[in-house]
Protein backbone atom coordinates (compact mmCIF):
# COMPACT_ATOMS: atom_id res chain seq x y z
CA UNK A 1 0.00 0.00 0.00
CA UNK A 2 1.49 3.61 -0.85
CA UNK A 3 -0.07 4.69 2.25
CA UNK A 4 1.11 5.82 5.52
CA UNK A 5 -2.66 4.64 7.36
CA UNK A 6 -1.24 1.06 6.40
CA UNK A 7 2.50 0.88 7.76
CA UNK A 8 3.38 -2.69 9.45
CA UNK A 9 3.26 -2.74 13.88
CA UNK A 10 6.73 -0.36 14.85
CA UNK A 11 8.64 -2.42 16.74
CA UNK A 12 12.09 0.24 16.42
CA UNK A 13 11.48 2.37 19.40
CA UNK A 14 14.50 2.86 21.23
CA UNK A 15 14.45 3.00 25.02
CA UNK A 16 11.58 0.28 24.94
CA UNK A 17 7.79 1.01 24.85
CA UNK A 18 5.83 4.59 25.92
CA UNK A 19 3.21 2.84 28.93
CA UNK A 20 0.19 5.05 27.07
CA UNK A 21 -0.81 6.88 24.53
CA UNK A 22 -3.84 9.09 25.23
CA UNK A 23 -6.04 10.01 22.50
CA UNK A 24 -8.04 12.98 23.45
CA UNK A 25 -11.79 12.70 21.53
CA UNK A 26 -14.25 13.92 24.19
CA UNK A 27 -14.92 17.46 22.69
CA UNK A 28 -18.21 18.52 20.74
CA UNK A 29 -16.75 18.87 17.34
CA UNK A 30 -19.73 21.58 17.07
CA UNK A 31 -18.61 23.20 13.82
CA UNK A 32 -19.38 19.91 11.85
CA UNK A 33 -23.10 20.78 12.45
CA UNK A 34 -23.86 16.64 12.72
CA UNK A 35 -25.82 14.31 14.76
CA UNK A 36 -23.21 11.99 14.14
CA UNK A 37 -19.88 12.50 16.37
CA UNK A 38 -17.37 14.25 14.46
CA UNK A 39 -14.52 11.23 15.01
CA UNK A 40 -16.88 8.99 12.90
CA UNK A 41 -16.53 11.23 10.15
CA UNK A 42 -14.21 9.29 7.34
CA UNK A 43 -11.12 10.16 5.31
CA UNK A 44 -10.95 8.07 2.90
CA UNK A 45 -13.33 5.54 3.84
CA UNK A 46 -12.02 5.55 7.48
CA UNK A 47 -12.99 7.19 10.69
CA UNK A 48 -10.81 9.86 11.24
CA UNK A 49 -11.16 8.06 15.25
CA UNK A 50 -9.55 4.77 13.57
CA UNK A 51 -6.43 6.44 12.16
CA UNK A 52 -5.66 8.02 15.51
CA UNK A 53 -6.32 4.13 17.30
CA UNK A 54 -3.85 2.58 14.29
CA UNK A 55 -1.48 5.06 14.54
CA UNK A 56 -1.14 4.80 18.55
CA UNK A 57 -1.58 1.14 18.23
CA UNK A 58 1.28 0.69 15.90
CA UNK A 59 3.62 1.88 18.76
CA UNK A 60 2.61 -0.91 20.73
CA UNK A 61 2.51 1.24 23.99
CA UNK A 62 1.01 -0.52 27.05
CA UNK A 63 -2.17 0.88 26.61
CA UNK A 64 -3.98 3.37 24.48
CA UNK A 65 -6.52 4.89 26.13
CA UNK A 66 -9.16 6.92 24.32
CA UNK A 67 -11.13 9.67 26.29
CA UNK A 68 -14.83 10.17 25.60
CA UNK A 69 -17.37 12.20 26.25
CA UNK A 70 -19.72 13.98 23.76
CA UNK A 71 -22.06 11.50 21.70
CA UNK A 72 -19.65 8.69 23.38
CA UNK A 73 -22.13 6.33 22.62
CA UNK A 74 -21.64 6.11 19.61
CA UNK A 75 -17.86 6.45 19.82
CA UNK A 76 -17.42 3.97 22.26
CA UNK A 77 -19.85 1.37 19.95
CA UNK A 78 -17.68 2.75 17.06
CA UNK A 79 -14.02 1.20 19.05
CA UNK A 80 -15.18 -1.72 20.46
CA UNK A 81 -16.01 -2.80 16.97
CA UNK A 82 -12.51 -1.67 15.33
CA UNK A 83 -10.38 -1.74 18.34
CA UNK A 84 -11.21 -3.68 21.09
CA UNK A 85 -8.00 -3.30 22.66
CA UNK A 86 -8.59 0.27 24.11
CA UNK A 87 -9.33 1.72 27.13
CA UNK A 88 -12.12 4.03 27.00
CA UNK A 89 -12.22 6.39 30.06
CA UNK A 90 -15.23 9.00 29.87
CA UNK A 91 -15.15 12.27 30.45
CA UNK A 92 -18.71 14.05 31.36
CA UNK A 93 -17.83 17.16 30.74
CA UNK A 94 -15.29 18.85 28.56
CA UNK A 95 -13.00 21.21 31.10
CA UNK A 96 -10.11 21.54 28.64
CA UNK A 97 -8.06 19.22 27.37
CA UNK A 98 -5.84 19.59 30.72
CA UNK A 99 -8.53 18.20 32.48
CA UNK A 100 -9.70 15.20 29.67
CA UNK A 101 -5.61 13.88 30.24
CA UNK A 102 -6.28 14.54 33.73
CA UNK A 103 -9.24 12.16 33.59
CA UNK A 104 -7.04 9.41 31.69
CA UNK A 105 -4.36 9.64 34.09
CA UNK A 106 -6.68 9.00 36.79
CA UNK A 107 -7.23 5.85 35.18
CA UNK A 108 -3.77 4.69 34.71
CA UNK A 109 -2.60 4.67 38.11
CA UNK A 110 0.96 2.79 37.98
CA UNK A 111 2.72 4.90 35.05
CA UNK A 112 6.45 4.63 34.78
CA UNK A 113 7.01 5.12 31.36
CA UNK A 114 6.26 7.98 28.79
CA UNK A 115 2.98 9.37 27.77
CA UNK A 116 1.85 10.24 24.74
CA UNK A 117 -1.06 12.31 23.93
CA UNK A 118 -2.44 13.17 20.69
CA UNK A 119 -6.20 13.97 19.45
CA UNK A 120 -8.60 11.72 17.73
CA UNK A 121 -9.48 13.97 14.97
CA UNK A 122 -6.01 14.48 13.48
CA UNK A 123 -6.34 11.37 10.59
CA UNK A 124 -2.92 12.25 8.59
CA UNK A 125 -0.79 12.29 11.67
CA UNK A 126 1.51 8.52 11.18
CA UNK A 127 3.17 6.52 13.56
CA UNK A 128 6.15 7.06 11.70
CA UNK A 129 6.02 10.47 12.97
CA UNK A 130 5.33 9.40 16.78
CA UNK A 131 8.64 7.39 16.82
CA UNK A 132 10.30 10.38 15.99
CA UNK A 133 8.78 12.49 17.89
CA UNK A 134 9.96 9.76 20.99
CA UNK A 135 12.81 9.63 19.83
CA UNK A 136 13.60 13.16 19.59
CA UNK A 137 12.01 13.13 23.09
CA UNK A 138 14.59 10.39 24.56
CA UNK A 139 17.84 12.09 22.84
CA UNK A 140 17.08 15.13 24.17
CA UNK A 141 16.16 13.86 27.49
CA UNK A 142 13.45 16.36 27.80
CA UNK A 143 10.45 16.20 30.24
CA UNK A 144 8.20 17.09 27.39
CA UNK A 145 8.46 17.14 23.57
CA UNK A 146 6.09 18.99 21.40
CA UNK A 147 5.29 18.49 18.06
CA UNK A 148 4.92 21.55 16.39
CA UNK A 149 4.27 22.53 12.57
CA UNK A 150 5.15 25.91 11.02
CA UNK A 151 2.48 26.60 9.18
CA UNK A 152 1.75 30.14 6.59
CA UNK A 153 -1.65 30.63 8.40
CA UNK A 154 -1.55 29.59 12.41
CA UNK A 155 -4.70 31.21 12.91
CA UNK A 156 -6.86 29.68 15.57
CA UNK A 157 -3.73 27.27 17.03
CA UNK A 158 -1.88 27.36 20.32
CA UNK A 159 2.06 29.24 19.32
CA UNK A 160 5.00 27.76 20.38
CA UNK A 161 7.25 30.30 22.64
CA UNK A 162 10.53 29.44 22.20
CA UNK A 163 13.76 31.03 24.10
CA UNK A 164 17.44 31.38 23.39
CA UNK A 165 19.05 28.29 22.45
CA UNK A 166 15.50 26.88 21.16
CA UNK A 167 13.99 25.34 23.45
CA UNK A 168 10.54 26.56 24.11
CA UNK A 169 9.34 28.62 26.80
CA UNK A 170 5.60 28.21 26.73
CA UNK A 171 2.64 27.44 23.89
CA UNK A 172 0.33 30.23 23.96
CA UNK A 173 -3.30 30.15 22.82
CA UNK A 174 -3.80 32.58 20.30
CA UNK A 175 -6.98 34.13 22.61
CA UNK A 176 -4.45 34.69 25.16
CA UNK A 177 -1.54 35.25 22.99
CA UNK A 178 -0.11 39.28 22.48
CA UNK A 179 0.81 41.13 19.41
CA UNK A 180 3.91 39.61 18.93
CA UNK A 181 3.03 36.14 19.99
CA UNK A 182 0.40 36.02 17.20
CA UNK A 183 3.23 36.87 14.49
CA UNK A 184 4.63 33.54 15.37
CA UNK A 185 3.96 30.90 12.99
CA UNK A 186 5.01 27.74 14.76
CA UNK A 187 1.89 26.07 15.64
CA UNK A 188 1.41 23.31 18.93
CA UNK A 189 -0.10 20.31 16.87
CA UNK A 190 -1.41 19.56 20.18
CA UNK A 191 0.54 16.01 20.34
CA UNK A 192 3.39 15.63 23.21
CA UNK A 193 5.33 13.37 24.51
CA UNK A 194 5.65 13.75 28.38
CA UNK A 195 8.03 12.28 31.30
CA UNK A 196 5.24 10.85 33.28
CA UNK A 197 6.38 12.72 36.60
CA UNK A 198 6.68 15.92 34.92
CA UNK A 199 3.02 15.41 33.81
CA UNK A 200 1.74 14.17 36.84
CA UNK A 201 2.84 17.10 39.06
CA UNK A 202 2.01 19.66 35.59
CA UNK A 203 -1.87 18.42 35.22
CA UNK A 204 -2.15 18.55 39.37
CA UNK A 205 -1.33 22.09 39.29
CA UNK A 206 -3.39 23.25 36.31
CA UNK A 207 -5.70 26.19 36.81
CA UNK A 208 -8.52 27.61 34.35
CA UNK A 209 -7.34 31.19 34.60
CA UNK A 210 -7.77 31.85 30.99
CA UNK A 211 -10.32 33.15 28.20
CA UNK A 212 -11.71 30.06 28.40
CA UNK A 213 -12.17 28.85 31.91
CA UNK A 214 -10.84 25.84 31.12
CA UNK A 215 -7.42 23.70 32.12
CA UNK A 216 -5.10 23.43 29.23
CA UNK A 217 -3.00 20.82 28.75
CA UNK A 218 -0.48 23.32 27.26
CA UNK A 219 -0.17 25.06 30.47
CA UNK A 220 1.81 22.00 31.46
CA UNK A 221 4.62 23.05 29.66
CA UNK A 222 5.19 26.56 31.37
CA UNK A 223 5.04 24.88 34.54
CA UNK A 224 7.89 21.84 33.90
CA UNK A 225 9.63 24.98 32.74
CA UNK A 226 9.50 26.84 36.03
CA UNK A 227 9.98 23.60 37.82
CA UNK A 228 13.35 24.04 35.82
CA UNK A 229 12.85 21.27 33.34
CA UNK A 230 13.58 21.41 29.74
CA UNK A 231 10.65 21.33 26.70
CA UNK A 232 11.78 20.67 22.94
CA UNK A 233 9.38 21.31 20.08
CA UNK A 234 9.97 18.72 17.20
CA UNK A 235 8.99 20.15 14.22
CA UNK A 236 7.45 17.71 11.61
CA UNK A 237 8.17 19.07 7.41
CA UNK A 238 4.55 17.23 6.76
CA UNK A 239 2.07 20.26 8.30
CA UNK A 240 -0.93 18.09 7.31
CA UNK A 241 0.17 15.41 9.89
CA UNK A 242 -0.83 17.88 12.50
CA UNK A 243 -3.83 19.06 10.57
CA UNK A 244 -7.24 18.66 12.46
CA UNK A 245 -10.54 18.84 10.72
CA UNK A 246 -13.12 20.85 12.44
CA UNK A 247 -16.08 21.57 9.62
CA UNK A 248 -16.80 20.00 6.90
CA UNK A 249 -14.91 22.09 4.60
CA UNK A 250 -11.42 21.25 6.32
CA UNK A 251 -13.08 17.23 5.91
CA UNK A 252 -13.39 17.47 2.16
CA UNK A 253 -9.95 19.60 2.02
CA UNK A 254 -7.91 16.93 4.06
CA UNK A 255 -10.09 14.11 1.92
CA UNK A 256 -8.64 15.54 -1.49
CA UNK A 257 -5.06 15.93 0.22
CA UNK A 258 -5.34 12.08 1.86
CA UNK A 259 -6.85 10.99 -2.41
CA UNK A 260 -3.83 12.90 -3.61
CA UNK A 261 -1.11 11.27 -1.89
CA UNK A 262 -2.76 7.60 -2.63
CA UNK A 263 -3.11 8.61 -6.28
CA UNK A 264 0.56 9.13 -6.04
CA UNK A 265 0.92 6.01 -4.68
CA UNK A 266 -0.27 4.22 -7.08
CA UNK A 267 0.29 6.10 -9.89
CA UNK A 268 4.28 5.26 -8.79
CA UNK A 269 3.22 1.53 -8.41
CA UNK A 270 2.29 1.85 -12.04
CA UNK A 271 -1.59 2.54 -12.10
CA UNK A 272 -2.64 5.04 -14.98
CA UNK A 273 -4.85 7.37 -13.81
CA UNK A 274 -6.47 9.61 -16.37
CA UNK A 275 -8.05 12.17 -14.13
CA UNK A 276 -6.85 12.13 -10.52
CA UNK A 277 -9.20 15.20 -9.49
CA UNK A 278 -12.12 13.27 -10.24
CA UNK A 279 -10.56 9.81 -8.90
CA UNK A 280 -11.31 8.80 -5.71
CA UNK A 281 -9.65 5.49 -4.41
CA UNK A 282 -9.94 4.52 -0.75
CA UNK A 283 -6.33 3.54 1.48
CA UNK A 284 -8.16 -0.29 1.53
CA UNK A 285 -8.36 -0.62 -2.31
CA UNK A 286 -5.57 -2.73 -4.13
CA UNK A 287 -4.46 -1.78 -7.35
CA UNK A 288 -2.32 -3.97 -10.29
CA UNK A 289 0.23 -2.92 -12.40
CA UNK A 290 -1.14 -1.57 -15.55
CA UNK A 291 -4.45 -0.85 -14.39
CA UNK A 292 -5.65 2.05 -15.92
CA UNK A 293 -8.31 4.17 -13.48
CA UNK A 294 -10.63 6.54 -16.24
CA UNK A 295 -12.06 9.64 -14.97
CA UNK A 296 -14.90 10.02 -12.30
CA UNK A 297 -14.09 6.30 -10.61
CA UNK A 298 -14.63 5.54 -7.46
CA UNK A 299 -13.02 2.47 -5.86
CA UNK A 300 -13.86 1.83 -2.06
CA UNK A 301 -13.98 -0.80 0.50
CA UNK A 302 -12.16 -4.09 -0.02
CA UNK A 303 -12.01 -3.57 -4.07
CA UNK A 304 -9.37 -5.02 -6.11
CA UNK A 305 -8.18 -4.65 -9.29
CA UNK A 306 -5.73 -6.77 -11.74
CA UNK A 307 -3.26 -5.75 -13.83
CA UNK A 308 -4.35 -4.75 -17.56
CA UNK A 309 -8.23 -3.97 -16.33
CA UNK A 310 -9.61 -0.59 -17.03
CA UNK A 311 -12.10 0.91 -14.96
CA UNK A 312 -13.90 4.01 -15.69
CA UNK A 313 -15.20 6.34 -16.70
CA UNK A 314 -17.98 7.38 -14.15
CA UNK A 315 -17.85 3.88 -12.27
CA UNK A 316 -17.99 3.20 -8.60
CA UNK A 317 -16.90 0.23 -6.73
CA UNK A 318 -17.10 -0.79 -3.36
CA UNK A 319 -16.10 -4.44 -2.33
CA UNK A 320 -15.48 -5.53 -5.98
CA UNK A 321 -12.81 -7.69 -7.13
CA UNK A 322 -12.15 -7.15 -10.76
CA UNK A 323 -9.97 -10.09 -12.62
CA UNK A 324 -6.99 -9.38 -15.57
CA UNK A 325 -7.71 -7.53 -18.12
CA UNK A 326 -11.13 -7.17 -17.24
CA UNK A 327 -12.98 -3.74 -18.72
CA UNK A 328 -15.87 -2.17 -16.02
CA UNK A 329 -17.47 1.01 -17.98
CA UNK A 330 -20.27 3.54 -16.20
CA UNK A 331 -21.15 0.84 -13.40
CA UNK A 332 -22.06 1.03 -10.22
CA UNK A 333 -21.24 -2.25 -8.14
CA UNK A 334 -20.85 -3.89 -4.82
CA UNK A 335 -19.60 -6.72 -3.59
CA UNK A 336 -19.36 -8.87 -6.83
CA UNK A 337 -16.54 -10.38 -8.97
CA UNK A 338 -15.47 -9.97 -12.38
CA UNK A 339 -13.69 -12.38 -14.18
CA UNK A 340 -10.51 -11.92 -16.21
CA UNK A 341 -10.70 -10.56 -19.52
CA UNK A 342 -14.86 -10.35 -18.53
CA UNK A 343 -16.97 -6.60 -19.45
CA UNK A 344 -19.27 -4.68 -17.80
CA UNK A 345 -21.34 -2.11 -18.49
CA UNK A 346 -21.80 0.66 -19.88
CA UNK A 347 -24.73 1.36 -17.40
CA UNK A 348 -24.42 -2.19 -15.59
CA UNK A 349 -25.58 -2.24 -11.92
CA UNK A 350 -23.91 -5.19 -10.13
CA UNK A 351 -25.53 -5.69 -6.96
CA UNK A 352 -24.19 -7.97 -3.63
CA UNK A 353 -23.35 -11.96 -4.97
CA UNK A 354 -22.98 -11.30 -8.67
CA UNK A 355 -20.07 -13.02 -9.97
CA UNK A 356 -18.59 -12.60 -13.84
CA UNK A 357 -17.08 -15.38 -14.84
CA UNK A 358 -13.89 -15.35 -17.17
CA UNK A 359 -15.06 -13.37 -20.70
CA UNK A 360 -17.99 -12.82 -19.66
CA UNK A 361 -20.26 -10.27 -20.18
CA UNK A 362 -22.77 -7.70 -18.35
CA UNK A 363 -23.75 -5.18 -20.65
CA UNK A 364 -25.91 -1.92 -21.01
CA UNK A 365 -28.99 -1.73 -19.03
CA UNK A 366 -28.54 -4.97 -16.97
CA UNK A 367 -28.72 -5.23 -13.17
CA UNK A 368 -27.48 -8.11 -11.05
CA UNK A 369 -28.07 -9.57 -7.84
CA UNK A 370 -26.62 -13.08 -6.29
CA UNK A 371 -25.72 -14.05 -10.34
CA UNK A 372 -23.59 -16.77 -10.74
CA UNK A 373 -22.78 -16.01 -14.67
CA UNK A 374 -20.53 -18.83 -16.12
CA UNK A 375 -17.22 -17.88 -18.26
CA UNK A 376 -17.91 -16.65 -21.59
CA UNK A 377 -21.74 -15.73 -20.89
CA UNK A 378 -23.53 -13.14 -21.89
CA UNK A 379 -26.17 -10.86 -20.55
CA UNK A 380 -25.64 -8.08 -23.04
CA UNK A 381 -28.57 -5.96 -22.92
CA UNK A 382 -32.17 -4.62 -20.70
CA UNK A 383 -32.12 -7.58 -18.24
CA UNK A 384 -32.56 -8.15 -14.64
CA UNK A 385 -30.82 -11.08 -13.52
CA UNK A 386 -31.64 -11.75 -9.91
CA UNK A 387 -31.10 -14.93 -8.35
CA UNK A 388 -30.15 -17.10 -11.08
CA UNK A 389 -26.80 -19.51 -12.26
CA UNK A 390 -26.12 -18.81 -16.15
CA UNK A 391 -24.22 -21.70 -17.21
CA UNK A 392 -20.63 -21.15 -19.35
CA UNK A 393 -21.24 -20.11 -22.72
CA UNK A 394 -25.28 -19.32 -22.37
CA UNK A 395 -26.91 -15.96 -24.44
CA UNK A 396 -29.30 -13.91 -22.00
CA UNK A 397 -31.42 -12.56 -25.47
CA UNK A 398 -31.90 -8.61 -24.73
CA UNK A 399 -35.19 -7.50 -22.13
CA UNK A 400 -35.04 -10.73 -19.88
CA UNK A 401 -36.42 -10.79 -16.68
CA UNK A 402 -35.50 -13.28 -14.53
CA UNK A 403 -38.61 -12.98 -11.77
CA UNK A 404 -37.59 -13.88 -8.65
CA UNK A 405 -40.25 -12.68 -5.80
CA UNK A 406 -43.08 -13.29 -6.09
CA UNK A 407 -44.08 -10.65 -3.03
CA UNK A 408 -43.11 -13.16 -0.64
CA UNK A 409 -40.41 -15.29 -1.25
CA UNK A 410 -37.34 -15.14 -3.63
CA UNK A 411 -36.79 -18.30 -5.76
CA UNK A 412 -33.78 -18.72 -7.95
CA UNK A 413 -33.43 -19.85 -11.75
CA UNK A 414 -30.65 -21.44 -13.57
CA UNK A 415 -29.83 -21.47 -17.28
CA UNK A 416 -27.97 -24.70 -18.27
CA UNK A 417 -24.61 -24.44 -20.67
CA UNK A 418 -24.52 -22.76 -23.99
CA UNK A 419 -28.38 -22.57 -23.51
CA UNK A 420 -29.83 -19.56 -25.07
CA UNK A 421 -32.99 -17.35 -23.65
CA UNK A 422 -34.31 -15.41 -26.37
CA UNK A 423 -35.51 -11.98 -26.03
CA UNK A 424 -37.53 -10.46 -24.08
CA UNK A 425 -38.68 -13.34 -21.99
CA UNK A 426 -39.80 -13.77 -18.30
CA UNK A 427 -38.38 -17.00 -16.32
CA UNK A 428 -40.74 -16.95 -13.20
CA UNK A 429 -38.46 -18.62 -10.30
CA UNK A 430 -37.63 -21.22 -9.59
CA UNK A 431 -37.16 -21.90 -13.16
CA UNK A 432 -34.36 -25.12 -14.73
CA UNK A 433 -33.42 -24.79 -18.21
CA UNK A 434 -31.15 -27.07 -18.47
CA UNK A 435 -27.79 -27.35 -20.95
CA UNK A 436 -27.94 -26.45 -24.82
CA UNK A 437 -31.83 -25.70 -24.36
CA UNK A 438 -33.46 -23.35 -26.38
CA UNK A 439 -36.47 -20.37 -24.85
CA UNK A 440 -38.17 -18.57 -27.49
CA UNK A 441 -38.40 -14.62 -27.65
CA UNK A 442 -41.29 -13.05 -26.06
CA UNK A 443 -41.83 -15.91 -24.10
CA UNK A 444 -43.05 -16.99 -20.40
CA UNK A 445 -41.79 -19.85 -18.51
CA UNK A 446 -43.18 -21.12 -15.73
CA UNK A 447 -41.79 -24.74 -15.90
CA UNK A 448 -38.78 -26.22 -16.42
CA UNK A 449 -37.31 -26.53 -19.70
CA UNK A 450 -35.21 -29.96 -20.52
CA UNK A 451 -31.88 -30.68 -22.12
CA UNK A 452 -30.92 -29.74 -25.84
CA UNK A 453 -35.68 -28.90 -25.72
CA UNK A 454 -37.15 -25.74 -27.42
CA UNK A 455 -39.56 -23.60 -24.97
CA UNK A 456 -42.04 -21.52 -26.30
CA UNK A 457 -44.52 -19.96 -24.50
CA UNK A 458 -46.38 -17.04 -25.78
CA UNK A 459 -49.54 -16.02 -27.95
CA UNK A 460 -49.12 -16.83 -31.55
CA UNK A 461 -49.33 -14.26 -34.28
CA UNK A 462 -52.40 -13.51 -36.28
CA UNK A 463 -52.16 -11.21 -39.31
CA UNK A 464 -54.86 -9.59 -40.39
CA UNK A 465 -55.07 -8.54 -44.40
CA UNK A 466 -56.97 -5.46 -44.85
CA UNK A 467 -57.29 -4.39 -41.42
CA UNK A 468 -55.54 -0.83 -41.90
CA UNK A 469 -57.42 0.20 -44.81
CA UNK A 470 -60.79 -0.91 -43.36
CA UNK A 471 -60.13 0.78 -39.77
CA UNK A 472 -57.74 3.42 -40.38
CA UNK A 473 -58.97 4.75 -43.22
CA UNK A 474 -57.58 7.87 -44.18
CA UNK A 475 -54.61 7.75 -42.02
CA UNK A 476 -50.92 7.96 -42.95
CA UNK A 477 -50.72 4.29 -42.04
CA UNK A 478 -53.41 3.74 -44.69
CA UNK A 479 -51.98 5.53 -47.62
CA UNK A 480 -48.64 4.25 -47.14
CA UNK A 481 -50.23 0.61 -47.00
CA UNK A 482 -52.37 1.13 -50.29
CA UNK A 483 -48.86 2.46 -51.91
CA UNK A 484 -46.98 -0.67 -50.53
CA UNK A 485 -49.85 -2.56 -52.22
CA UNK A 486 -49.92 -0.80 -55.55
CA UNK A 487 -46.11 -1.36 -55.86
CA UNK A 488 -46.04 -4.98 -54.68
CA UNK A 489 -48.74 -5.90 -56.34
CA UNK A 490 -50.24 -7.96 -53.36
CA UNK A 491 -53.82 -7.61 -52.68
CA UNK A 492 -53.64 -6.01 -49.26
CA UNK A 493 -49.93 -5.70 -47.67
CA UNK A 494 -50.76 -7.73 -45.02
CA UNK A 495 -48.49 -10.77 -45.95
CA UNK A 496 -45.20 -10.48 -43.74
CA UNK A 497 -41.95 -10.70 -45.17
CA UNK A 498 -40.03 -13.70 -45.49
CA UNK A 499 -36.83 -13.45 -42.84
CA UNK A 500 -33.39 -13.88 -44.31
CA UNK A 501 -32.27 -15.44 -41.18
CA UNK A 502 -33.21 -18.79 -41.29
CA UNK A 503 -31.52 -19.95 -38.60
CA UNK A 504 -32.71 -17.91 -36.17
CA UNK A 505 -33.46 -19.76 -32.91
CA UNK A 506 -37.04 -18.19 -31.87
CA UNK A 507 -38.44 -18.38 -35.26
CA UNK A 508 -41.06 -21.66 -34.82
CA UNK A 509 -42.08 -22.39 -38.23
CA UNK A 510 -45.94 -23.01 -38.02
CA UNK A 511 -45.66 -19.05 -36.71
CA UNK A 512 -45.01 -17.72 -39.91
CA UNK A 513 -48.17 -18.79 -41.61
CA UNK A 514 -50.28 -16.80 -42.20
CA UNK A 515 -53.66 -16.75 -39.27
CA UNK A 516 -56.73 -15.24 -40.18
CA UNK A 517 -58.74 -15.37 -37.13
CA UNK A 518 -61.83 -13.83 -36.78
CA UNK A 519 -62.21 -10.15 -36.98
CA UNK A 520 -60.31 -8.64 -34.10
CA UNK A 521 -61.34 -5.33 -31.90
CA UNK A 522 -59.22 -2.71 -31.85
CA UNK A 523 -57.63 -3.29 -28.56
CA UNK A 524 -56.35 -6.85 -29.33
CA UNK A 525 -54.05 -5.52 -32.84
CA UNK A 526 -50.25 -6.75 -32.82
CA UNK A 527 -48.87 -5.23 -35.42
CA UNK A 528 -47.11 -7.94 -37.67
CA UNK A 529 -43.48 -8.90 -36.81
CA UNK A 530 -43.97 -7.43 -33.47
CA UNK A 531 -42.33 -10.70 -31.05
CA UNK A 532 -39.42 -10.90 -33.41
CA UNK A 533 -37.10 -8.12 -31.81
CA UNK A 534 -33.67 -8.66 -33.62
CA UNK A 535 -31.47 -7.84 -30.62
CA UNK A 536 -30.02 -10.84 -29.46
CA UNK A 537 -26.37 -10.63 -28.86
CA UNK A 538 -25.10 -11.51 -32.45
CA UNK A 539 -21.47 -10.98 -31.63
CA UNK A 540 -19.45 -14.12 -31.06
C1 LIG B 1 -5.63 22.76 21.24
C2 LIG B 1 -4.38 23.34 21.94
C3 LIG B 1 -3.67 24.27 20.95
C4 LIG B 1 -3.32 23.53 19.68
C5 LIG B 1 -4.55 22.89 19.09
C6 LIG B 1 -4.15 22.01 17.95
C7 LIG B 1 -4.94 23.48 24.31
C8 LIG B 1 -5.34 24.37 25.40
N1 LIG B 1 -4.81 24.07 23.10
O1 LIG B 1 -6.48 23.86 20.97
O2 LIG B 1 -2.50 24.80 21.54
O3 LIG B 1 -2.72 24.42 18.74
O4 LIG B 1 -5.23 22.07 20.07
O5 LIG B 1 -5.28 21.51 17.31
O6 LIG B 1 -4.72 22.33 24.52
N2 LIG B 1 -10.78 17.65 24.11
C9 LIG B 1 -11.26 16.77 25.07
N3 LIG B 1 -11.77 17.25 26.23
C10 LIG B 1 -11.83 18.57 26.49
C11 LIG B 1 -11.34 19.46 25.54
C12 LIG B 1 -10.82 18.99 24.36
O7 LIG B 1 -11.22 15.56 24.87
O8 LIG B 1 -12.30 18.93 27.58
C13 LIG B 1 -10.22 17.13 22.88
C14 LIG B 1 -11.04 17.53 21.68
O9 LIG B 1 -11.99 16.55 21.38
C15 LIG B 1 -10.00 17.64 20.59
C16 LIG B 1 -8.73 18.02 21.34
O10 LIG B 1 -8.96 17.69 22.68
O11 LIG B 1 -9.76 16.41 19.96
C17 LIG B 1 -8.39 19.48 21.20
O12 LIG B 1 -9.43 20.24 21.73
P1 LIG B 1 -9.84 21.63 21.10
O13 LIG B 1 -10.87 22.23 21.93
O14 LIG B 1 -10.09 21.46 19.66
O15 LIG B 1 -8.48 22.45 21.32
P2 LIG B 1 -8.03 23.70 20.53
O16 LIG B 1 -8.75 24.88 21.02
O17 LIG B 1 -8.08 23.43 19.09
CA1 LIG C 1 -9.15 21.70 17.42
Redesign the pocket.
Same mark, same amino acid.
Given at each position: MPVSGAVPPTSTLEGGPVSAVVI????EGKRMRSSRSKLLHEIAGRTMLSYAVDAATELQPEHVVV?V?HLREQVEAHLAEIAPHVTTVV?TE????G??VQVALAALPDLAGDVLVT /???VPMLTSDTLVELVADHRGARTAVSVLTARVADPT? /??RIVRGAGDDVLA?V?ERDASEAQRAIHE????IYVFDPQTLREGLAQLRPTNDQGEL /???DVVGLAREAGRTVSAFATRDAWQTE?VNDRVQLARMNAEVNRRILDGWMRAGVTVVDPASTWVHASVDLAEDVTLLPQTSLEGATSVAAGATVGPSTTLVDVEVGEGATVVRTHGSLAVVGAGATVGPYAYLRPGTVLGERGKIGTFVETKNAQIGARAKVPHLTYAGDVEIGEDANIGAGVIFANYDGVTKSRTSVGRASFVGSDSTLVAPVTVGDGAYVGAGSTLTGDVGAGELAVSRARQRNVPGWVARKRAGTKTAAAAEAASASSGAPDGGTPSPDPSGDDPVRLPEQTETVVPAPLSDQAVVPPGSDRPDTNERES
Open positions: LAAGVGQQRGTHA /YGDG /YGIEINSG /YLTG
